[in-house]
């Protein structure tokens, strides 16, 4: 082909991707009024009554509190990262009419969370708890905070002070995801069916919550899972994660065309990298490769750009590229970046194990797949790569015995992988 | 779909891989890709860390009013109830709003002025699921309580406590069934019936738990948008009832007098410091450990108070957001903590700024100019009507039994000549809006000071909303019936 042909070429391209584009965009922002009723229209109504208010009485600072709440509320159903932008105005605003006010600290480190710098989140969080050692939400975003740092007793403890405060949605979830991490599966159910009892006012809460106890469920019935991730989707209308579940649990069955639907439909609703990793991965399993690769071509550009969204992407890039053999130094590169910054972490430290077993170095690895054991025998994907690092390490019964209690934990715990179990 | 009109164009640009120089290629794909990545959503994956919502809110454990008022039809008895949830959409599917399991429902009671429960009346729910392979509410119509078409049948055990104390606790009723949700014609048919069916009577006592229509009025756009009034001065409507249509979880009661009262008697005497109790309402839940010790089913701590009420409005206009927290979780007993705010209350200094009504002196709680009217009707009882002789400050609902009800009810209660209105007790009807709105400016100072005189505008002050969307009934329950979801219209 002649190089101005070429040139046309990529042009023609271009307008088409920017048309087709600008479509997609205008699907991802109406989706709110679009395709779902009064459930999901809570959150754009909550926050057009307040933006009016705020405009006409700039005075009242609960008004901004209030706003951020729903925004953070708004990013969960849409993955809108633009939307901290806004928060960041609005706190920027109360600032000048009272510094020292705790409610913007703890604002302002939920957005760090959101960004997934935790530094950051944990020690503007300290800072409103030392302004107001009583206020239950303070010390759920310290203890949110210390559990992605990997500061798991101290975390254990902000949340036992924020229950002791208050009971709630909010402490249970936490409870759940803390009990999890030690092992306590049926506790977690527990938990988290205790905070689907207590309800909220937003849908999504629920059936985020309904989506956390079927992954749980899934370990060991996946029909009593099925089950959870329809209710889910009751309660709000197309819930990706919902149809993520129902994706997995499809796939479990052998239903790969089903599958394939679930996630596609997923990731229309939600662009993000683990919907197209999803879509890929059941593509690789049946064979059709090519495809696969544009998926996670397609996962590996959303990384991208939520990284330049300001968002730190390092963990789940590194496991993604290390999963899919896609630049292993630079799967490296982020998995040590991470470490570097949260090395209690016992995810992290597994990341980090499994990119150096992918990058041919099982001695390393093993160093790290330790620490990630160090609460404990719990994890299903922790444990699998521990399984792979020891027969790599020629220690074939440890090997045969972590990999039978990854199974005999959850069967299906990745579509990548979970074929492996199979030959067991 | 979008997503594979993207994949297809990236695979016809794979195709093309042959006929150019590998450089070319990949100068096109690399340009191709970031037109990609800049016309995709932002968003990052939500799969290596949980993301819990961090709410505030707890609808199911959230008070919304109490209510005490002697029985019209039955003058020797007390009607208590307690409404929680607030803005219940009536087409609340597929998931009907409930009580939940988990909370534990009190109504109390103070007969002797110290600021401390005498009696408790306890509400613990079970939700009984009849079939575990759906989530449905009901399967097919619901015709009876127990009809097994009603498939998370919710039933409920009463007990009274005394003196606060587990070793004095009666269990009055057992699997009590609460009513279904009003769903409409063909889930739930004939509606009244299947919630009188839900009334109970043990003993000389009658117990309801269930839906009902919210009876509250009040111009909440209005009134929590800086008091806005929208035909001032708020005597002649013109006000938007915000909270048309909404229903709520109801827990009435109807005791007889002698059952509630320090001495055990039907005090007929109104200047008897036994004629008046205290009444409110906590909601608590059960602490839990985080971590639970291997093996140990026992993992529960004490049951913490998320939420009471009394008296109207106290939360939301006098409580400031800073405090509603601990206002919450604390007891009537530490009520002298918040005493400023209705000493030197924010509202009366608005309502002077807004609307230029001339409002009483105030100042810190102690202080010469504290508002001792309002002290009085939140905090310690009017004397004569709701004070039972002690001073300890206490927000509590308080109710004179010695009072008959009225034969001709004034909305505007004590403030308009009927003393069996609020501040005495709380009836349904009881605008207790406007009520507040001119006791705050004034209207009731001249009790405790009868040389002011308050300023004309405060007996007309008012949200503009009279009464409640839906007539109240003539027994009990007496609280309307609530709209069916099928009537029902979505709040917008």
């Known amino acids: 082909m002649t190089k101005k042909k070429l040139i046309i070429l990529l042009l023609l391209l271009s307008l088409i991707s920017l048309l087709v584009g600008y479509e997609f965009l205008q699907d991802a922002n109406n989706r709110g009024t679009e395709e779902v009723a009064d459930t999901q229209n809570k959150t754009d109504r909550t926050i057009n009554d307040l933006e009016r208010r705020i405009s006409s009485n700039y005075e009242d600072i609960t008004l901004y509190f209030q706003l951020s709440d729903v925004y953070f509320q708004k990013v969960r159903e849409t993955a809108d990262l633009a939307l901290y932008t806004r928060i960041d105005e609005l706190m920027d605003q109360v600032e000048t009419k009272g510094p020292e006010n705790a409610d913007i600290f703890a604002t302002r480190a939920q957005v760090a969370a959101g960004k997934h710098d935790f530094v950051k989140a944990l020690e503007l969080g300290q800072k409103a708890v030392e302004l107001n050692p009583t206020k239950p939400s303070y010390l759920g975003i310290v203890g949110d905070a210390q559990i992605e740092l990997g500061k798991y007793e101290e975390a254990v403890e902000s949340i036992q002070k924020m229950m002791d405060l208050k009971p709630s949605y909010s402490s249970f979830a936490r409870t759940a995801y803390l009990r999890e991490i030690y092992g306590d599966i049926d506790g977690a159910k527990e938990m988290l069916e205790k905070a689907i009892s207590a309800g909220s006012p937003y849908p999504e809460n629920i059936a985020a919550s309904l989506v956390d106890l079927g992954k749980l469920q899934f370990r060991t019935d996946v029909e009593q899972a099925t089950l959870t991730f329809n209710q889910a989707l009751s309660v709000y209308s197309d819930f990706p994660p919902a149809l993520a579940g129902l994706g997995r649990v499809s796939f479990a069955k052998e239903d790969y065309k089903g599958a394939i639907e679930y996630f596609e439909k997923a990731l229309q609703i939600l662009p993000i990298a683990q919907y197209a990793t999803d879509v890929g991965d059941v593509y690789s399993k049946i064979g059709e490769t090519e495809k696969a690769k544009l998926y996670y071509t397609l996962a590996l550009t959303a990384y991208k750009k939520a990284e330049s969204s300001g968002v730190n992407t390092d963990l789940e890039t590194a496991l993604f590229l290390a999963d899919h053999d896609m630049d292993l130094s630079q799967a490296l590169e982020k998995a040590q970046a991470v470490y570097k910054i949260r090395p209690d972490n016992i995810y992290v430290a597994d990341t980090l194990a499994w990119v150096l077993n992918k990058s041919g170095k099982p001695k390393e690895a093993k160093t790290y797949s330790v620490q990630a054991l160090r609460l404990g025998e719990f994890d299903p994907l922790i444990l699998f790569h521990a399984g792979v690092i020891a027969g790599k390490n020629n220690n074939p019964e440890e090997a045969k015995r972590l990999l039978a209690k990854t199974r005999t934990l959850h069967p299906y715990f990745s579509m990548q992988y979970a074929s492996l179990l199979s030959v067991l | ?492």
């Open chain 2, 1 to 492: 779909m979008k997503i594979k009109l993207i994949i297809m164009l990236m695979s016809i640009v794979k195709k093309f891989t042959h006929l150019v120089t590998r450089e070319k290629y990949f100068i096109g794909l690399l340009l191709f890709l970031s037109l990609i990545a800049l016309l995709m959503n932002t968003s990052v994956s939500a799969s290596s860390h949980r993301e819990a919502p961090n709410i505030a809110a707890d609808p199911k454990a959230d008070a919304t009013d109490v209510y005490a008022f002697i029985s019209p039809d039955k003058p020797n008895t007390v009607t208590l109830v307690a409404n929680y949830l607030p803005f219940e959409e009536p087409a609340g599917g597929p998931n009907f709003y409930t009580f939940d399991d988990n909370v534990l429902y009190e109504i109390k009671i103070d007969n002797d002025g110290d600021a401390e429960e005498d009696i408790a009346y306890q509400f613990r729910f079970k939700t009984n699921i009849k079939n575990n392979n759906t989530f449905l509410y009901n399967t097919g119509p619901i015709t009876s309580l127990t009809d097994p078409d009603w498939n998370m049948r919710q039933t409920y055990t009463l007990a009274r406590v005394e003196d606060g104390k587990i070793s004095k606790s009666t269990v009055l009723g057992k699997d009590l069934s609460t009513p279904p949700s009003n769903i409409g014609p063909k889930s739930t048919p004939n509606y009244e019936s299947l919630q009188s069916a839900a009334i109970h009577t043990i003993g000389d006592v009658k117990v309801f738990a269930g839906q009902s229509d919210d009876p509250f009025f009040v111009d909440l756009g209005g009134v929590f948008d800086l008091l806005t009034i929208r035909t001032p001065p708020g005597n002649a409507g013109g006000g938007i009832d915000g909270l048309r249509g909404y229903s709520v979880q109801s827990l009435a009661l109807q005791i007889p007098i002698s059952q509630l009262t320090r001495n055990h008697e039907t005090p007929t005497d109104s200047k008897n410091p036994a004629a008046v109790i205290g009444v409110w309402t906590a909601a608590s839940r059960e602490s839990v450990r985080i971590l639970r010790d291997n093996g140990e089913i026992k993992n529960s701590g004490k049951w913490i108070e998320v939420s009471r009420l009394g008296a109207p409005l106290v939360n939301e206009v006098v409580i400031p957001l800073g405090k509603k927290d601990i206002w919450n979780s604390s007891e009537p007993e530490n009520d002298a903590q918040f005493a400023n705010y209705v000493a030197d209350p924010e509202v009366a200094k608005l309502l002077n700024l807004l609307y230029g009504i001339t409002v009483p002196p105030q100042g810190p709680f102690g202080s010469a100019n504290q508002r001792d009217d309002l002290i009085a009707i939140f905090l310690t009882g009017i004397p004569n009507l709701t004070n039972s002789g002690v001073t300890k400050a206490s927000e509590q609902l308080r109710l004179n039994v010695a009072i008959p009800p009225a034969g001709s009810p004034n909305r505007l209660g004590v403030l308009a000549g009927d003393n069996q209105g609020y501040p005495n007790g709380r009836r349904l009807a009881d605008d207790v809006t406007d009520i507040s709105l001119q006791a705050v400016a004034g209207a009731a100072y001249p009790l405790f000071h009868p040389s002011f005189t308050p300023d004309p505008l405060a007996a007309q002050l008012g949200d503009g909303v009279d009464t409640n969307d839906k007539v109240f009934r003539t027994s009990f329950p007496y609280l309307a019936l609530p709209t069916s979801g099928f009537d029902s219209i979505p709040h917008p």
